[in-house]
């Protein structure tokens, strides 16, 4: 089965950039979307096929996949940021949804 | 605007069985493939399973720890989405969520709803 690794954890001071990896075998051959969640809520869609933003995302979240690992990159961190993100893809050789483990971001 | 909202949680002994329900609004119902998607408390998200419309085939997928136990089905003249869960173990711990968008993506999701299957 397909497999997304995901860092437990990283850490950004206030206003730095934030870069949360997301790897996979060839995985720049697949849409990888990403979602935000904060404690006690339901995540939230924040990058979808790659690159896009849904409506009412800030234009500081921004995506980027290639080879074998995709990046969620956060500019300019704030405070509220503070959250565990997911990345997700659909592997079509099994057709099951896969989702990496998670990344806690801590604003420090 | 759209809503989904999961009901049906609540506590269960091991081997015991739960159907969870999503009710939809604010998009056609009948065109969305679904998922539901689970996080065991303090874990990460784990996809569940996945159906599609119907004018799509109907297909039902599910995740290698579900499989043979959980059944997603769909009443579309009620907007509503139904996970029957079966032989249940602690492993199943979980809050359940509902899931749909465009894609391989979930743009929406529930509020969940919590099963706690306790022996």
């Known amino acids: 089965s397909y497999v997304l690794t995901q860092p437990p954890s990283v850490s950004v001071a206030p206003g730095q950039t934030a870069r949360i990896t997301c790897g996979g075998n060839?995985?720049?051959?697949?849409?990888v979307h990403w979602y935000q969640q904060k404690p006690g809520q339901a995540p939230v869609l924040v990058v979808y096929?790659?690159?896009d933003r849904p409506s009412g995302i800030p234009e500081r979240f921004s995506g980027s996949n290639s080879g074998n690992t995709a990046t969620l990159t956060i500019s300019r961190v704030e405070a509220g940021d503070e959250a565990d993100y997911y990345c997700?893809?659909?592997?079509?050789?099994?057709?099951?949804?896969?989702f990496g483990g998670g990344t806690k971001l801590t604003v420090l | 605007e759209v809503q989904l909202v999961e009901s049906g949680g609540g506590l269960v002994k091991p081997g015991g069985s739960l159907r969870l329900s999503c009710a939809a609004s604010?998009?056609?119902?009948?065109?969305?493939?679904m998922n539901w998607v689970r996080q065991a408390p303090g874990k990460g998200l784990e996809w569940v399973g996945r159906?599609?419309?119907?004018?799509?085939?109907?297909?039902?997928t599910y995740a290698a720890p579900v499989e043979g136990r959980f059944t997603i089905s769909r009443d579309d003249s009620k907007s509503t989405l139904h996970l029957q869960m079966n032989s249940l173990n602690t492993e199943d711990t979980a809050m359940y969520y509902c899931?749909?968008?465009?894609?391989?993506?979930?743009?929406?999701w529930g509020q969940g709803t919590l099963v706690t299957v306790y022996s």
């Open positions: 604010g998009f056609t119902f009948s065109n969305a493939w």
């Open positions: 997700q893809v659909w592997d079509g050789s099994s057709d099951h949804v896969v």
């Open positions: 096929d790659d690159s």
């Open positions: 159906i599609q419309s119907k004018t799509d085939g109907g297909t039902t």
């Open positions: 060839n995985i720049g051959s697949k849409s």
């Open positions: 899931t749909t968008g465009s894609g391989s993506q979930s743009y929406y």
